[in-house]
Each structure stands twice: as structure tokens, then as C-alpha cells.
């Protein structure tokens, strides 16, 4: 068997990982909350698709600890599947690389520096969402993602139920602020540019 070959059959080997309990409910929800919030219109099949994508990436974390690279891949495609419907131009270009750099650069340099920083899988990941979401609310994503990680962590620190080694398993975080992103945070942006800090 070639090498191409064996990365395919390793591609698809940790899809497995994805088939779980809590992807069948986390789907649901994702197409639900897709439908609700977007209503029946074309959108709300790539919306419902990257919810979908972002619950299997949670689902695979939670699973076996892993985010399989199929799903940065699907990702991404539909960034640029959205990249063209929202118009092919340079700002909307330089969105959505400010979006997939903006928080898996960073990611990245932790990773390097500090051990068991960061998982590859979760930067590939963020970087996925990023060029999907666009900057603004990528970053909102990752406020969220870490805030919500954080809690838990310190929840974890006084529970006992993990020392200060332990691990977090990122990925479910980083799929529920990139879907509340996704959601809400067009409009919770633009109300915070318009009302909290008007420009003057």
C-alpha cells in the first residue's frame, strides 16, 4: 500500500472516533439551532454543515482525546464555498485570512513553547473556523471558547478532579464559541460596535 494511501485509511480511521452519542445529540441541536436562527432558507445548509462539522470535532475530542483532519479539511471548504458567496473581493479576502491567523498563530507559538500547550488538531481546527467565521467573529468565538475553558478549568482545580497538569481537552470549547459565533455574533458585534461603543 502506498504512503497516500495509508494517510487515507488514517483519515478515515479516526472518523470513528466521531460516532458517538453526544454527535447524534450535538447534530441534532446544530440543525435545530440552524433552522431557528436562520430559518428555511439555502444559508442554512452551509450554516447547518459547519455546526455540524464543529460538533464532530467536540464529539472526536471528548471521545478519544483527537480532531480528525477530515474535518479542518470540510472546514475549510466551506469557508471558501462561503468566501464566494459572500463575494470575491480583497477585503473579503483579507477577512478570512485575518480570521484563520488571528487565534491559531498564537495557538501555534504556545504550542512551541509551552508543552502540551496547545493540540495541533485544535489549532487546525481554530484555523479552519477562522477563515469560515471572518476576524470579528472568530475572535468573539474565541473569547467564548476560552472563557467557557477556563471556567471549567478552575472548576476542575477546586473539584480536585484534575491538578494543575491536567489536561483540557479544547476542542468542544472551541466548537461552542465558534457556533455561538456563528449564531449570534453578527448581532452581538454589531450591537456592541453601535450602542456599547458608539463612533463618533
Same mark, same amino acid.
Given at each position: @500500500?502506498?504512503?497516500?494511501?495509508?494517510?487515507? =485509511?488514517?483519515?478515515?480511521?479516526? @472518523?470513528?472516533?466521531? @460516532?458517538?452519542?453526544?454527535?447524534? #445529540?450535538?447534530?441534532?441541536?446544530? #440543525?435545530?439551532?440552524?433552522?431557528?436562527?436562520?430559518? !428555511?432558507?439555502?444559508?442554512?445548509?452551509?450554516?447547518?454543515?459547519?455546526?455540524?462539522? $464543529?460538533?464532530?470535532?467536540?464529539?472526536?475530542?471528548? =471521545?478519544? %482525546?483527537?480532531?480528525?483532519?477530515?474535518?479542518?479539511?470540510?472546514?475549510?471548504?466551506?469557508?471558501?464555498?462561503? !468566501?464566494?458567496?459572500?463575494?470575491?473581493?480583497?477585503?473579503?479576502?483579507?477577512?478570512?485570512? *485575518?480570521?484563520?491567523?488571528?487565534?491559531?498563530?498564537? @495557538?501555534? #507559538?504556545?504550542? $512551541?513553547?509551552?508543552? =502540551?500547550? !496547545?493540540?495541533?488538531?485544535?489549532?487546525?481546527?481554530?484555523?479552519?473556523?477562522?477563515?469560515? $467565521?471572518?476576524?470579528?467573529?472568530?475572535?468573539?468565538?474565541?473569547?467564548?471558547?476560552?472563557?467557557?475553558? %477556563?471556567?471549567?478549568?478552575?472548576? =476542575?482545580?477546586?473539584?480536585?478532579?484534575?491538578?494543575?497538569? %491536567?489536561?483540557?481537552?479544547?476542542?468542544?470549547?472551541?466548537?461552542?464559541?465558534?457556533?455561538?459565533? *456563528?449564531?449570534?455574533?453578527?448581532?452581538?458585534?454589531?450591537? !456592541?460596535?453601535?450602542?456599547?461603543?458608539?463612533?463618533?
Amino acid at each position: @500500500m502506498t504512503t497516500d494511501g495509508k494517510n487515507t =485509511n488514517i483519515l478515515i480511521k479516526d @472518523m470513528g472516533a466521531v @460516532m458517538t452519542p453526544v454527535f447524534y #445529540i450535538f447534530g441534532f441541536v446544530a #440543525i435545530a439551532s440552524a433552522i431557528i436562527v436562520c430559518g !428555511f432558507k439555502p444559508v442554512t445548509i452551509l450554516v447547518s454543515l459547519f455546526l455540524i462539522l $464543529l460538533a464532530a470535532s467536540g464529539a472526536a475530542d471528548i =471521545n478519544k %482525546g483527537i480532531v480528525p483532519d477530515l474535518i479542518p479539511i470540510f472546514i475549510t471548504i466551506l469557508g471558501i464555498v462561503r !468566501f464566494f458567496i459572500n463575494g470575491i473581493s480583497f477585503n473579503n479576502a483579507l477577512d478570512c485570512l *485575518e480570521g484563520a491567523l488571528c487565534l491559531s498563530v498564537p @495557538m501555534l #507559538i504556545v504550542a $512551541l513553547i509551552v508543552k =502540551n500547550g !496547545f493540540g495541533g488538531g485544535d489549532i487546525k481546527l481554530i484555523a479552519a473556523a477562522g477563515l469560515y $467565521l471572518g476576524l470579528d467573529k472568530t475572535l468573539f468565538a474565541g473569547l467564548i471558547a476560552f472563557l467557557i475553558a %477556563g471556567i471549567y478549568g478552575v472548576y =476542575n482545580l477546586l473539584t480536585k478532579k484534575k491538578g494543575l497538569k %491536567g489536561k483540557i481537552r479544547l476542542a468542544p470549547f472551541l466548537a461552542l464559541g465558534c457556533a455561538f459565533s *456563528e449564531l449570534f455574533g453578527a448581532d452581538i458585534i454589531y450591537i !456592541f460596535q453601535t450602542i456599547i461603543i458608539p463612533v463618533h
